[in-house]
């Protein structure tokens, strides 16, 4: 196989990505080579990698978006292939062609395609002219124009950004009061996050689950879908937990929802993993966008299907054919992704960037952790808060709750306050456990967070640290003799 694939691949990413991204190319007898950041000189993924080398300052600006740098680091140190993992430069269609020019391939999909789908307008304007569902919607909109394609549409209606994700900028919009100045605050956050200010509407659809299809095309022109996942779970349209299969879907939906997404994908010449992100209420689905790269979230997808997702990237990148087909994907069991962020969530989820003093990662049947954080690592406050993605499967929703929760209990994180009290209130919760989700959960249930102040002072049992109750007895003794 390693014939077939490349010699040497640079991963442009750093923390659990780019460890996830070593570890497929280690088993596949492919080299690796890492690149750092100041403020990440001493990170596992540094170590992990057969080479490393360092392209800048701290700040993301000053490295891992330094697109001609990371391309010049890999043409001399002769990697023959580059991987985005997510975020920084992932979905950015100057980074596959700054490749091409440099006889690199980049794993993911073509530029032609990421600038097909980068506009949101023109992703939604591709998706209906190809028969998906898309909510009702405007073009472009303006001060001047806003008010009559809002009342076209009727109210309440959500202002979004067209050149980016992420929830940045997004507005629910109840009145026409309140049009303009949202519009104003939408494109100006906009033109500072995307260097594009261009707004537009579309029917906000109240209380909708956020669903989405993973999908992944080779150059031979096959197309696969691998399911959906759940990711309703959000704070600040931020995801924080994502299950699969989704508690709403049949599957005559499923199968509606996984033709509609390589519709999507195939019109606009995909190929390599992407995922078609959807709104899903009472039973109808609408297009949102496409992710034209490998989700945060995708293990949960390699969990109930067996297929490992980054070495089909590799595969379809040096330009081989899928190693399977729609008839050979299979659904087993269930799972559930948390991702443990450095956040505070008694604090409104203000990042806690600190060093780790102490780390006991869960295990066990069904459990995978996925991180670039142990003891002693420093969680940098230059990038997203993300420690850790704990996976895990289970034959059922119930069993992967229960193994979910059970492997929260046993995760030691001493240093940085954590989500892990927070995961572990929603999974307590009787709506989620009844699977009633919405994108409002966390809004609608704000009780989570004093159940989480409770949940914050209960040890593991692998903390290895002073147990409270041997403390407590000791001073009891103590106390005795001093008594006596």
Not at 446 to 464: C, M, N, R, T, V
Request: proline share 6%.
């Amino acid at each position: 196989m390693k014939k077939s694939l490349f010699n040497k691949v640079l991963v442009a990413n750093r923390g659990e990505i780019a460890i996830r991204v070593m570890r497929a190319c280690r088993e596949l007898g492919i080299a690796t080579v890492a690149v750092y950041s100041d403020a990440d000189r001493s990170s596992i993924h540094v170590r992990y990698a057969d080479e490393a080398f360092h392209i800048g300052g701290a700040a993301a600006t000053e490295s891992y978006l330094q697109l001609d740098r990371i391309v010049k680091v890999a043409h001399d140190c002769g990697a023959d292939a580059i991987h985005p993992g997510y975020g920084f430069l992932a979905e950015k269609a100057a980074f596959p062609d700054a490749c091409e020019a440099a006889g690199i391939k980049f794993i993911g999909p073509p530029s032609s395609a990421m600038r097909a789908l980068s506009s949101k307008l023109a992703a939604r304007k591709l998706a209906s002219e190809h028969g998906v569902p898309v909510t009702p919607g405007s073009g472009a909109v303006d001060p001047a124009t806003a008010l009559e394609a809002a009342r076209a549409i009727g109210f309440p209606v959500m202002l979004k950004p067209s050149g980016g994700g992420g929830g940045i900028g997004m507005k629910v919009v109840e009145s026409e009061k309140d049009l303009a100045p949202a519009i104003e605050s939408t494109s100006q956050a906009a033109r500072s996050a995307f260097g594009d200010g261009t707004v537009y509407l579309e029917r906000y659809v109240r209380r909708p689950r956020h669903v989405e299809i993973q999908v992944i095309c080779d150059s031979h022109g096959n197309a696969v879908h691998l399911g959906e996942r759940e990711c309703s779970i959000q704070r600040r349209h931020q995801k924080i937990m994502e299950e699969t299969p989704s508690p709403a879907l049949t599957a005559d939906v499923r199968a509606a929802m996984g033709g509609a997404a390589i519709r999507a994908a195939t019109a606009a010449g995909y190929v390599n993993a992407g995922t078609v992100e959807f709104i899903f209420s009472e039973g109808d689905f609408y297009f949102l966008e496409v992710n034209a790269r490998l989700q945060v979230e995708h293990p949960i997808t390699e969990a109930v299907t067996g297929i490992d997702l980054v070495k089909e990237q590799i595969r379809v990148a040096a330009g081989l054919e899928l190693s399977f087909t729609q008839n050979d994907v299979t659904w087993r069991g269930h799972a559930i992704e948390m991702r443990i962020n450095a956040e505070d969530p008694v604090r409104k989820f203000i990042p806690n960037p600190r060093r780790i003093s102490r780390w006991v990662a869960p295990a066990g049947p069904g459990v995978r952790v996925d991180s670039g954080f142990g003891p002693g690592s420093d969680v940098p406050p230059n990038y997203d808060s993300l420690v850790a993605k704990l996976i895990v499967h289970g034959s059922d929703r119930a069993e992967a709750i229960a193994r979910a929760s059970r492997a929260l209990r046993e995760f030691v994180v001493v240093g940085p306050a954590t989500t892990i009290p927070y995961h572990r209130a929603i999974l307590d919760n009787a709506d989620f456990r009844a699977g009633s989700l919405s994108t409002q959960f966390i809004e609608e249930h704000p009780d989570l967070i004093e159940q989480a102040k409770k949940l914050a002072g209960d040890q593991s049992p692998f903390d290895y640290g002073p147990d409270p109750r041997h403390v407590a007895a000791a001073a009891a003794a103590v106390a005795t003799m001093v008594r006596q």
